[in-house]
């Protein structure tokens, strides 16, 4: 089964462009992030820059908005992501226990939709969804 396990910063939605964590902070993470990889577990993992430095695209009437961050109404925002493969949900929250966040950040922990998820008559209309979940980059 594979996860998302999302990290949510307390405080990050209002965090400056280019604002960067404290190296101890980031020291802790890579070591964290060793544990999964010696597991076997990771699949994949990427820090996000601030919203400050993003952009949202909303679709109201069939047509694309593009506003510029930093987001006013944004509570809670995304910091980064690991993926990770694990036998279970409690294999997955056991691992999101063991990050070494600070006081009052989140981290969201997301099965992965797999082909085999959906009903037969879901995955006709698919396609080449597998393939294209296969995609690597060059």
């Not at 690991?82 to 070494?100: G, H, N, Y």
């Amino acid at each position: 089964m594979r996860f998302m396990m999302l990290m949510i910063p307390k405080g990050y939605e209002s965090a400056k462009p280019g604002a960067m964590p404290d190296p101890k902070a980031v020291a802790a993470m890579m070591k964290y992030n060793e544990d999964l990889q010696k597991a076997g577990v990771l699949i994949a993992l990427d820090g996000l820059h601030p919203p400050s430095m993003g952009a949202r695209v909303s679709f109201k009437g069939g047509k694309p908005k593009v506003t510029d961050g930093p987001f006013a109404e944004a509570k809670e925002v995304l910091g980064g992501y690991w993926m990770i493969q694990v036998k279970s949900k409690a294999e997955a929250l056991e691992w999101a226990s063991r990050a070494p966040m600070l006081d009052g950040d989140v981290i969201e922990v997301r099965q992965v939709q797999e082909f085999a998820d959906f009903p037969p008559e879901t995955q006709e209309k698919l396609g080449g969804f597998k393939e294209m979940q296969n995609t690597t980059k060059k």
